[in-house]
């Protein structure tokens, strides 16, 4: 069996397997895809001590730093269930079953998408989902943000500051956000608030020009210029495939202590897919380190 073995190819995912080798134990990774939400990402201009860099480059050398290392890499492969005994057991959908004395759960998260012409074709293109990593590029912009709940609105509140203005659509009558938030919103000048419309497409020829949206109270059908768009409805943890196994929250994300750990010995989770507040490079590959160390005082302990 491994000592250690990581499941998730992403940055939480590769600085656990960094750190764990590093402590010469028998190191095993599952990474499906190498490099997770990297790899859809254009520009990177906060990982610190890196002024600019793309998410390509950034996950080839997330890749050669991991291969620097002892760590048995099983690539394109998905996990599908986990069993905890004395050992854990992790199965792969190709039917294989391996065998580790801890494991750290790294199999990140997805934004969920609108579904709507559009939004894929211009992904990176005046489409983004990440308020902190892409805000920046839409100084003195008009953007829009999708989704009225609390990311929503936290995203339109944090692009009100360097936008020119901001306008927030919400499918539903009202905004769902805290209170505390909605008052903080309607202080700005910048912003306005479309309630009760639904998106329709995302318009653009080689980057976003605009949306079409639907008034759910008139039935009217409506278009308006815009530099960008933020999606906000919602970032979905990869945790499906651990069923009641693990605690996790109302919304999936697995519940992880300071040390990483879950709630069944020698579990331990990190980055996007856990309860962490923010969800950003930095702070999964931190959590990834935190959850190595946190594996490896468990594993000398037992
Ligand atoms: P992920 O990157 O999601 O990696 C998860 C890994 O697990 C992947 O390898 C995946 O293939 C694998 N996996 C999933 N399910 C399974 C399974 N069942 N079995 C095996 N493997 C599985 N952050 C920043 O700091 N700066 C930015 O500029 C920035 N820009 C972004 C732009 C976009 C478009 C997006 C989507 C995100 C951006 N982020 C940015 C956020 C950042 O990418 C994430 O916070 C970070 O990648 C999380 O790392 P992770 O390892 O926890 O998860």
Same mark, same amino acid.
């Given at each position: 069996?491994?000592?250690?073995?990581?499941?998730?190819?992403?940055?939480?995912?590769?600085?656990?397997?960094?750190?764990?080798?590093?402590?010469?134990?028998?190191?095993?990774?599952?990474?499906?895809?190498?490099?997770?939400?990297?790899?859809?990402?254009?520009?990177?201009?906060?990982?610190?001590?890196?002024?600019?860099?793309?998410?390509?480059?950034?996950?080839?050398?997330?890749?050669?730093?991991?291969?620097?290392?002892?760590?048995?890499?099983?690539?394109? *492969?998905?996990?599908?269930?986990?069993?905890?005994?004395?050992?854990?057991?992790?199965?792969?959908?190709?039917?294989?079953?391996?065998?580790?004395?801890?494991?750290?759960?790294?199999? $990140?998260?997805?934004?969920?998408?609108?579904?709507?012409?559009?939004?894929?074709?211009?992904?990176?293109?005046?489409?983004?989902?990440?308020?902190?990593?892409? $805000?920046?590029?839409?100084?003195?912009?008009?953007?829009?943000?999708?989704?009225?709940?609390?990311?929503?609105?936290?995203?339109?509140?944090?692009?009100?500051?360097?936008?020119?203005?901001?306008?927030?659509?919400?499918?539903?009558?009202?905004?769902?956000?805290?209170?505390?938030?909605?008052?903080?919103?309607?202080?700005?000048?910048?912003?306005?608030?479309?309630?009760?419309?639904?998106?329709?497409?995302?318009?653009?020829?080689?980057?976003?020009?605009?949306?079409?949206?639907?008034?759910?109270?008139? $039935?009217?059908?409506?278009?308006?210029?815009?530099?960008?768009?933020?999606?906000?409805?919602?970032?979905?943890?990869?945790?499906?495939?651990?069923?009641?196994?693990?605690?996790?929250?109302?919304?999936?994300?697995?519940?992880?202590?300071?040390?990483?750990?879950?709630?069944?010995? $020698?579990?331990?989770?990190?980055?996007?897919?856990?309860?962490?507040?923010?969800? *950003?490079?930095?702070?999964?590959?931190?959590?990834?380190?935190?959850?190595?160390?946190?594996?490896?005082?468990?594993?000398?302990?037992?």
């Amino acid at each position: 069996p491994y000592d250690v073995l990581v499941v998730g190819g992403g940055p939480a995912g590769a600085s656990a397997a960094i750190y764990a080798a590093r402590k010469g134990i028998r190191t095993g990774m599952i990474a499906e895809r190498f490099g997770g939400q990297v790899l859809d990402t254009l520009g990177i201009e906060n990982f610190i001590s890196v002024k600019y860099t793309e998410g390509p480059t950034f996950a080839a050398r997330l890749e050669e730093h991991v291969r620097h290392y002892d760590v048995d890499i099983i690539p394109a *492969q998905r996990a599908k269930q986990l069993r905890k005994g004395e050992l854990a057991e992790v199965e792969l959908e190709n039917g294989a079953v391996l065998r580790s004395k801890a494991v750290i759960i790294a199999t $990140g998260a997805r934004w969920r998408t609108l579904g709507v012409p559009g939004e894929a074709e211009f992904k990176n293109k005046g489409v983004a989902y990440c308020p902190h990593c892409d $805000g920046p590029l839409f100084q003195g912009k008009h953007v829009a943000v999708i989704g009225g709940g609390n990311s929503g609105i936290e995203a339109a509140i944090d692009l009100a500051g360097l936008a020119r203005h901001v306008t927030v659509l919400e499918f539903l009558p009202e905004l769902k956000a805290d209170d505390v938030l909605q008052k903080r919103l309607f202080s700005l000048a910048n912003v306005t608030v479309l309630t009760h419309v639904e998106t329709k497409e995302i318009t653009g020829t080689d980057k976003v020009d605009g949306i079409t949206y639907l008034d759910r109270s008139s $039935g009217e059908t409506k278009h308006m210029d815009l530099d960008g768009v933020f999606v906000q409805i919602g970032l979905v943890p990869n945790t499906e495939w651990l069923g009641g196994v693990v605690e996790r929250t109302r919304i999936g994300e697995i519940v992880v202590d300071s040390r990483g750990a879950t709630n069944i010995p $020698g579990v331990f989770a990190a980055g996007d897919c856990t309860n962490a507040p923010y969800k *950003q490079i930095i702070i999964s590959m931190g959590s990834g380190a935190t959850a190595a160390l946190g594996a490896f005082d468990h594993l000398i302990r037992s």
